[in-house]
């Protein structure tokens, strides 16, 4: 029996450790020059332009070359299946409550909320499900990053139609042209109710929307005045929607002469998005905020500024900027790769990638929940703050043991309230129950925080670990752990982790160095082991 405290207590000192910040220097493409398009950076792209990917999708890009790699991930592989699902129609039907009495009308509406509800669920689950299984991943990707961006949420909308609607608008439309998508975004049922514009009337105009145009949209703080906000919301007052459709109601409308940014004239919605989009801070606001997404913290201010003048050229195309994007040498640059804090969905999601399966979409979304990420529901106007945010040491502790669910499976039914992992595998040699004197009762205290699993939800992972390895690397430990560190990270592994994970190995070896492959549920808990460092949490 192996010594338990050393797995138990190996994502503890990894944690006291210092984070991996990038790649070690030698093994990324200097700045300033021709991408070296090797292993490494084709899986930066496939992490940034997705959500990660196995190692025969990233050998595949590395074959096909830079621009053939870039093309793909642009326009996605084709589809191996045909995913479809059900259309979605409004659960709330105003006509049906006319006529009932006081009684009946109650248990409409509880009927209604329940629909509305399992609606909003079963469109979470379904499109986390897409992110993990899909063949364009940066179609995914896209629109979670639109979903942070132009905020709307079902705690406040509380019309999960309309909430799916503007979903499927990202989803369709996130890869075209921002202009149009501002226009969009702005009709949208969602966004309507979401900012109050659908209660902004003539002569008692209400600012929410037009602020957030200005501020969170397009322009950023600093660039516009309060009297330009005034000013930009009597344009907006009667819109309105009608059964998921935008309406303008004319006689709610403000026709008369608006003042915003510097142009004078009798100003609707329309032409006051223009404007602000012709602003010199618009393409410089929108190049922060999407390569601060796809760059992360290696973005510099030459960087902005020079894809702020894409934008410019091409109009809002967002497609010939991306391209750009994935083709610049300092897109590899060190300080780049391996520098991002990957965000709880994009860390589930990941996972499932590398693994080739994903458990149902219900336990993925609402582990996402857990973890901080709730989709469909963005803490505020502003969205996630992401970056260092999303790691703290009760977070961090909790994505690993949600790791664990993902690599080992799980049944509803023997889940603990405290959260602790029961192994699928009833012969596992390695156990997070149990708090021995041994001090491994420190992981299981960090870890008591209850993760909801919808009930009745079983599943054992279709991949297992020792099909993930070819015959070569089953024949020694570095093999094994060389293997799956390059299969489940994004960013390769410090010296001292692998140390760390080799030792693990030595029970396996005999006196003359012949090396025997451990159990399929030992195999598990060290990918297990794999994912809880700190290495697992960036992309």
């Given amino acids: 029996m192996r010594d338990r405290l050393t797995f138990l207590a190996l994502p503890i000192l990894c944690l006291m450790a210092p984070a991996v910040q990038a790649a070690p220097a030698d093994k990324v493409a200097p700045a300033n020059r021709a991408v070296r398009f090797s292993?490494?950076?084709?899986?930066?792209?496939?992490?940034?332009?997705?959500?990660?990917?196995?190692?025969?999708?990233?050998?595949?890009?590395?074959?096909?070359?830079?621009?053939?790699?870039?093309?793909?991930?642009?326009?996605?592989?084709?589809?191996?299946?045909?995913?479809?699902?059900?259309?979605?129609?409004?659960?709330?039907?105003?006509?049906?409550?006319?006529?009932?009495?006081?009684?009946?009308?109650?248990?409409?509406?509880?009927?209604?909320?329940?629909?509305?509800?399992?609606?909003?669920?079963?469109?979470?689950?379904?499109?986390?499900?897409?992110?993990?299984?899909?063949?364009?991943?940066?179609?995914?990707?896209?629109?979670?990053?639109?979903?942070?961006?132009?905020?709307?949420s079902q705690r406040d909308v509380r019309n999960s139609a309309h909430m799916i609607q503007q979903i499927e608008l990202f989803r369709e439309e996130g890869l075209g042209n921002y202009r149009d998508l501002v226009h969009?975004?702005?009709?949208?049922?969602?966004?309507?109710?979401?900012?109050?514009?659908?209660?902004?009337?003539?002569?008692?105009?209400?600012?929410?929307f037009a602020r957030e145009l200005l501020e969170l949209f397009t322009l950023g703080v600093g660039n516009y005045t309060e009297q330009d906000i005034k000013e930009a919301a009597r344009a907006f007052t009667g819109w309105t929607h009608r059964d998921g459709e935008y309406v303008l109601v004319r006689r709610l409308h403000d026709g008369g002469k608006k003042h915003v940014l510097g142009h004078t004239g009798n100003f609707g919605g329309e032409e006051v998005i223009d404007i602000a989009l012709s602003q010199p801070a618009a393409p410089r606001f929108l190049a922060r905020r999407l390569l601060g997404y796809l760059v992360g913290p290696g973005l510099t201010d030459e960087m902005i500024e020079d894809y702020a003048g894409l934008l410019r050229e091409h109009d809002w195309e967002l497609r010939p900027v991306l391209t750009a994007l994935f083709s610049d040498p300092r897109f590899y640059d060190g300080e780049i790769i391996g520098s991002r804090i990957l965000g709880p969905v994009e860390y589930l999601v990941a996972i499932c990638r590398r693994l080739g399966d994903a458990p149902p979409g219900a336990f993925l979304a609402q582990a996402a929940d857990g973890l901080g990420q709730s989709l469909l529901n963005p803490p505020d106007v502003k969205g996630w703050d992401g970056g260092e945010a999303w790691i703290t040491t009760s977070s961090f502790l909790l994505r690993a043991n949600v790791a664990a669910y993902l690599i080992e499976g799980f049944d509803a039914s023997r889940i603990r309230k405290d959260f602790s992992p029961e192994p699928m595998n009833p012969d596992?040699?390695?156990?997070?129950?149990?708090?021995?004197?041994?001090?491994?009762?420190?992981?299981?205290?960090?870890?008591?925080?209850?993760?909801?699993?919808?009930?009745?939800?079983?599943?054992?992972?279709?991949?297992?670990?020792r099909w993930l390895l070819t015959e070569e690397q089953t024949r020694s430990p570095e093999g094994v752990v060389d293997a799956l560190c390059d299969r489940f990270l994004g960013v390769p592994v410090t010296p001292e982790a692998r140390a760390s994970l080799l030792t693990l190995m030595k029970e396996?070896?005999?006196?003359?160095?012949?090396?025997?492959?451990?159990?399929?549920?030992?195999?598990g808990r060290l990918v297990h082991i794999v994912l809880s460092l700190p290495e697992a949490h960036l992309g």
């Fill in 428 to 465: 596992s040699e390695m156990t997070m129950e149990g708090a021995g004197e041994d001090g491994s009762a420190v992981v299981l205290a960090a870890a008591r925080r209850r993760l909801p699993i919808p009930a009745g939800v079983r599943w054992t992972p279709s991949e297992r670990i």
């Fill in 39 to 152: 292993s490494l950076e084709a899986e930066h792209l496939i992490n940034r332009a997705g959500f990660g990917g196995r190692p025969e999708e990233i050998e595949a890009l590395v074959n096909a070359g830079l621009p053939a790699a870039v093309k793909i991930v642009l326009e996605g592989r084709p589809a191996s299946t045909s995913n479809t699902r059900t259309f979605v129609a409004s659960p709330r039907n105003r006509e049906a409550l006319k006529g009932l009495t006081d009684d009946e009308r109650r248990a409409a509406i509880n009927r209604i909320r329940r629909e509305d509800r399992k609606q909003h669920d079963e469109f979470r689950a379904y499109w986390i499900t897409e992110m993990a299984t899909s063949d364009h991943p940066l179609q995914e990707k896209m629109a979670l990053f639109w979903h942070g961006y132009f905020t709307s």
């Fill in 184 to 208: 969009a975004v702005a009709k949208d049922p969602a966004m309507l109710a979401y900012l109050d514009n659908d209660q902004n009337r003539k002569g008692r105009p209400n600012e929410n």
């Fill in 508 to 523: 396996y070896q005999d006196e003359d160095g012949a090396f025997t492959l451990p159990s399929e549920a030992w195999l």
